[in-house]
T-cell receptor, first 111, second 115 residues
Framework: DVKVTQSSRYLVKRTGEKVFLECVQD?????MFWYRQDPGLGLRLIYF???????EKGDIPEGYSVSREKKERFSLILESASTNQTSMYLC??????????FGPGTRLTVT | QKEVEQDPGPLSVPEGAIVSLNCTYS??????FMWYRQYSRKGPELLMY????GNKEDGRFTAQVDKSSKYISLFIRDSQPSDSATYLC???????????????FGKGTLLTVNP
């Protein structure tokens, strides 16, 4: 079974804090993705990575950065958290095919 | 026109009913089609994966793809209360279509199956 884990299920941070969200997959997948999910807006791609140290911007990269130093780990960084970044964050991984496997999600609240 | 359209529902059915969930799309390059199930406050779970047109069956679930109409469906037979979730369609043009494995998602349909 594919296993994608995320460091926290729930997180509360203050405006202006630097926030790290970690994602680990155990299936040796090449591709990893970060999404946010908001009511009425669906899933929106923030960043993705198709190899170690490689990254590409998704549809809404502003205010976020990513790091992939090891194949199994993909981190999302909020440089200075803002209230409009309150959301459900979902990490996914995939082999060199199209189906993606998601983690359980991190519900982030920025106050 | 949005790239993928999915009726948000909510859809409420009695236990045992046949459920039909649908998505339409505009990009004719899409050739890989997926359905995900997402329970409340959880991550999406891959339910069905199909390539190009045709049907695929897995237990009570059947996925249909009609590329000529740009229309995909998920049928659930003998629906159960445990099927209550949000169902997301997703699709991709694949590497040959230049998508680099990115998926385009519908916004999801909320289904409730009442006992």
């Amino acid at each position: 079974d594919v296993k994608v884990t995320q460091s926290s299920r729930y997180l509360v941070k203050r405006t202006g804090e630097k926030v790290f969200l970690e994602c680990v997959q155990d299936m040796d997948h090449e591709n990893m993705f970060w999404y946010r999910q908001d009511p009425g807006l669906g899933l929106r791609l923030i960043y993705f990575s198709y190899d170690v140290k490689m990254k590409e911007k998704g549809d809404i990269p502003e205010g976020y950065s990513v790091s992939r130093e090891k194949k199994e780990r993909f981190s999302l960084i909020l440089e200075s958290a803002s209230t409009n970044q309150t959301s459900m964050y979902l990490c996914a991984s995939s082999p060199p095919r199209d189906e993606q496997y998601f983690g359980p999600g991190t519900r982030l609240t920025v106050t | 026109q949005k790239e993928v359209e999915q009726d948000p529902g909510p859809l409420s059915v009695p236990e045992g009913a046949i459920v039909s969930l649908n998505c339409t799309y505009s990009n004719s390059a899409f050739q890989y089609f997926m359905w995900y199930r997402q329970y409340s406050r959880k991550g999406p779970e891959l339910l069905m994966y199909t390539y190009s047109s045709g049907n695929k069956e897995d237990g009570r679930f059947t996925a249909q793809v009609d590329k000529s109409s740009k229309y995909i469906s998920l049928f659930i037979r003998d629906s159960q209360p445990s099927d209550s979730a949000t169902y997301l369609c997703a699709m991709s043009a694949g590497m040959s279509g230049g998508s680099n494995y990115k998926l385009t998602f519908g916004k999801g349909t909320l289904l409730t199956v009442n006992p």
